[in-house]
């Protein structure tokens, strides 16, 4: 308990975090967005409710709800104020896509065969032209623009290497570098004077590229989310150094649905990298089609290391999260990373992206129609009567064991107290590490619990007293009794337990917290019974009240004895004192 209580006060908060009914939260309606406003299929927005709750759940928010508010609307009720960064991830689309660079510029809006404007911060640099085009191209991975890999990926970054890499390529598991070698790593790259657009048959989205302005907007291109599409132009999710780069991208690779797990992952100063990242791992036809693209575009930068197809650009939702040059060989382990500048892709990033690509994307995309701080539901009084219940219960669990036990009672009550304390500390260390939320269907469970917990102690209670009944001396008795005790306790709380799990995953909502409450309270009277009560009685049984049996102890050898013969009418047994 002593520890437990250093953690709270180490972690800097000492009272429980309360949930939506008595604390209130934030409130958002997210709204399905359909070709011509019709209403998306049931299946869909049932689909979509189950994947926002796994996320939610993920991110570790208690007592959240995520429900269906007609055809086409999902109500998500966070508790605590300031969610509205939990609420914008839980409706992320999150469509993940792996596709080819054909083409990389600087986002300003460029003219066809024009010099593109200059940098946004002249500061910080020098306009760097790349080489030509390699001689030979295949259709399917065409040597693109002599553009450069933008500086702002410093990508040891993107893509991770399990497999052994090609002779000179240094390190069996290194990861690929940030970009070409002999690249400078000044201020973000500008594409050349002249655009190259070979190997790219769409004219609309070379267009679409060229007036595109990644500085203004969100970042998002018309189109660039379509998985359907061969071509799309695309913008950097993130700035880096005041600059964002845009790209034109081949057909897509490999889908977020062939992702099979994701993980956020610390940085790694012996593999080079500076930033939290997130891990990919490809089920077995994502891990085909990865080793595939990333065989292309190696084999684009042997024949060309300045070509933009040796990168491989992460979309997310439309936009650039990281496009990193293969420059080590053909990456075919089934794996992959994510990652970023340090100053924008840390820790919260890292594991929020990890969140919402590990539940898979939502089948539709949604809007927020509004976000609403909201109050209490219930209030202060409800939370109030629910303590005043509690209070009500534990003194008459109290009164009950002194007037019964009398001495022992102290025993019990002392227990009540340390499982009433570990149980608090509990739940405010799973507030501030989990974010478990106290909402009134917990603190019923908590009430419910006081007289599970003192059953414990009236098992083991009654044990001891049977044995001194049978003229046994106390501390042999309270040995015996024990071992006959603990069997019927553990076997009561697993039987608790069991139903609190059961109960836990089958139902929903405020069943679901009642039910938690329940299966912790279990837990800690176990621990408080074996390693508080067992071991204060054996101490109080060498102490001359307890160990006399004096009649004030509740362990009077005596009077239990006469109690049993008077109450089953036969005559009054002649009695010793009790032997220590």
């Given at each position: 308990m002593v520890v437990l209580a250093c953690v709270a006060v180490l972690q800097g908060r000492t009272t429980p975090k309360l949930g939506l009914d008595l604390a209130g939260g934030t409130t958002v309606t997210l709204t399905a967005k359909t070709e011509k406003g019709k209403n998306p299929p049931a299946s869909q927005m049932n689909q979509a409710v189950k994947i926002m709750t796994q996320r939610v759940n993920g991110l570790g928010v208690s007592d959240a709800e995520v429900a269906k508010q007609g055809s086409n609307n999902i109500v998500v009720n966070v508790p605590g104020e300031g969610q509205g960064r939990v609420v914008s991830l839980i409706g992320t689309t999150a469509k993940l896509q792996f596709r080819q660079v054909f083409a990389v510029a600087d986002g300003k809006p460029t003219t066809a065969g024009a010099a593109p404007a200059p940098s946004a911060s002249p500061s910080k640099g020098k306009e760097k032209d790349k080489a030509s085009p390699s001689p030979s191209a295949s259709p399917s991975s065409s040597a693109a623009s002599p553009s450069a890999t933008p500086r702002g990926r410093a990508l040891s970054q993107a893509l991770t290497a399990p497999t052994p890499t090609p002779s000179g390529s240094g390190s069996p598991s290194a990861t690929p570098s940030a970009a070409p070698s002999g690249l400078p790593t000044g201020s973000p790259q500008q594409p050349a004077p002249q655009q190259d657009y070979t190997g790219i048959d769409d004219k609309a989205v070379i267009k679409q590229f060229e007036s595109l302005n990644c500085y203004t907007g969100d970042k998002r291109a018309p189109g660039s989310n379509d998985p359907n599409r061969k071509w799309v132009a695309a913008c950097d999710q993130k700035e880096e150094n005041g600059q964002v780069t845009k790209y034109i991208l081949g057909p897509v690779r490999v889908l977020g649905e062939n992702v099979d797990g994701a993980s956020?992952?610390?940085?790694?100063?012996?593999?080079?990298?500076?930033?939290?990242s997130v891990s990919l791992k490809f089920d077995g036809k994502g891990g085909r089609q990865f080793g595939d693209v990333t065989t292309e575009a190696y084999r684009a930068y042997q024949q060309n290391p300045s070509s933009p197809q040796s990168q491989i650009a992460i979309v997310l939702d439309g936009q650039v999260v990281s496009a990193p040059s293969i420059n080590r060989g053909a990456i075919t382990g089934g794996t992959a990373s994510i990652d970023g500048p340090p100053d924008s892709f840390?820790?919260?990033?890292?594991?929020?992206?990890?969140?919402?690509?590990?539940?898979?994307?939502?089948?539709?995309?949604?809007?927020?129609?509004?976000?609403?701080?909201?109050?209490?539901?219930?209030?202060?009084?409800?939370?109030?009567?629910?303590?005043?219940?509690?209070?009500?219960?534990?003194?008459?669990?109290?009164?009950?064991?002194?007037?019964?036990?009398?001495?022992?009672?102290?025993?019990?009550?002392?227990?009540?107290?340390?499982?009433?304390?570990?149980?608090?500390?509990?739940?405010?260390?799973?507030?501030?590490?989990?974010?478990?939320?106290?909402?009134?269907?917990?603190?019923?469970?908590?009430?419910?619990?006081?007289?599970?917990?003192?059953?414990?102690?009236?098992?083991?209670?009654?044990?001891?007293?049977?044995?001194?009944?049978?003229?046994?001396?106390?501390?042999?008795?309270?040995?015996?009794?024990?071992?006959?005790?603990?069997?019927?306790?553990?076997?009561?709380?697993?039987?608790?337990?069991?139903?609190?799990?059961?109960?836990?995953?089958?139902?929903?909502?405020?069943v679901r917290g009642f039910a938690f409450a329940m299966g912790l309270t279990t837990l800690i009277d176990v621990i408080v019974v074996f390693f508080f009560t067992k071991p204060m009685v054996a101490l109080l049984s060498r102490t001359e009240f307890f160990g006399r049996g004096h009649p004030l102890s509740g362990l009077d050898a005596k009077r239990l004895r006469r109690t049993t013969q008077n109450a089953s009418g036969g005559p009054a047994a002649r009695t010793t004192s009790q032997e220590v």
């Open positions: 956020a992952m610390p940085p790694d100063a012996q593999q080079g990298q500076a930033s939290w840390n820790q919260r990033y890292a594991a929020d992206l990890a969140n919402v690509l590990k539940y898979g994307a939502l089948p539709l995309e949604f809007t927020q129609s509004s976000i609403d701080e909201v109050s209490s539901t219930l209030g202060a009084d409800q939370l109030e009567g629910g303590l005043i219940a509690g209070a009500i219960g534990l003194g008459l669990v109290v009164l009950y064991c002194m007037l019964y036990y009398r001495g022992l009672g102290l025993v019990a009550v002392s227990s009540l107290i340390v499982a009433s304390a570990i149980t608090y500390v509990s739940v405010v260390i799973l507030g501030e590490g989990m974010g478990f939320r106290l909402s009134l269907p917990h603190i019923i469970g908590l009430i419910v619990s006081i007289g599970i917990t003192a059953d414990s102690f009236i098992v083991y209670f009654e044990r001891l007293r049977d044995e001194l009944r049978a003229g046994r001396k106390l501390r042999s008795s309270v040995e015996n009794a024990w071992k006959r005790a603990r069997r019927t306790i553990l076997v009561a709380d697993a039987v608790t337990f069991l139903a609190a799990l059961v109960l836990y995953f089958l139902a929903v909502g405020g």
